[in-house]
T-cell receptor, first 112, second 115 residues
């Protein structure tokens, strides 16, 4: 069971780029890295997923170094509405999702 | 797109009482999960269903928690009798394999307060 380590909290200001790093030293060959976002009183929402190098979508970018022991979620030009908890998960998203472990996540606070 | 409806949204009970939560996926999905999220913590998997069958319930406190999935669609989670430490948000999720990411779609959750 690949567990992850993330900062407990981060502060940022509107318009800044935010990078949240996740450590996953025990990642397995078939594991992907998946990030979820959770607002208060809502369930988590999928943001992005990657296996290696770089993945970008309309919301964020995910950077994964060659050894895959860590990953960085990058949120460009954050706004107040990006204030949320961000979870990094590692596992096989298709066949072993029940082995995913959410952890406590990173609470991002975006200030005006 | 996948969607999950949960009810009730809020429930307050006394300890030792019972409570039930419902999960209604808007469209059929084979895999359904129940998570428990205690304030300040990440969601913890309680049980996973594949169609009607249980795939993983290793973290379900079976002496007080039970869950079932009806005809591979709707699901219920019951707690009897409730304890103070059961105060949490109970999240239902379904997995969408169609996009290739296996991403989970969560409901808004049912918040339980045990007094």
């Amino acid at each position: 069971l690949a567990k992850t380590t993330q900062p407990i909290s981060m502060d940022s200001y509107e318009g800044q780029e935010v990078n949240i790093t996740c450590s996953h030293n025990n990642i397995a060959t078939n594991d992907y890295i998946t990030w979820y976002q959770q607002f208060p009183s809502q369930g988590p929402r999928f943001i992005i997923q990657g296996y290696k190098t770089k993945v970008t979508n309309e919301v964020a970018s995910l950077f994964i170094p060659a050894d895959r022991k860590s990953s960085t979620l990058s949120l460009p030009r954050v706004s107040l509405s990006d204030t949320a908890v961000y979870y990094c998960l590692v596992g096989d998203p298709i066949y072993n999702f029940n082995k995913f472990y959410f952890g406590s996540g990173t609470k991002l606070n975006v200030k005006p | 797109e996948a969607g999950v409806a949960q009810s009730p949204r809020y429930k307050i009970i006394e300890k030792r009482q019972s409570v039930a939560f419902w999960c209604n996926p808007i469209s059929g999905h084979a895999t359904l999960y129940w998570y428990q999220q205690i304030l300040g913590q990440g969601p913890k998997l309680l049980i996973q269903f594949q169609n009607n069958g249980v795939v993983d319930d290793s973290q379900l406190p079976k002496d007080r928690f039970s869950a079932e999935r009806l005809k591979g669609v709707d699901s219920t989670l019951k707690i009897q009798p409730a304890k103070l430490e059961d105060s949490a948000v109970y999240l239902c999720a379904i997995r969408d394999r169609g996009r290739g990411t296996g991403e989970l779609f969560f409901g808004e959750g049912s918040r339980l307060t045990v007094l």
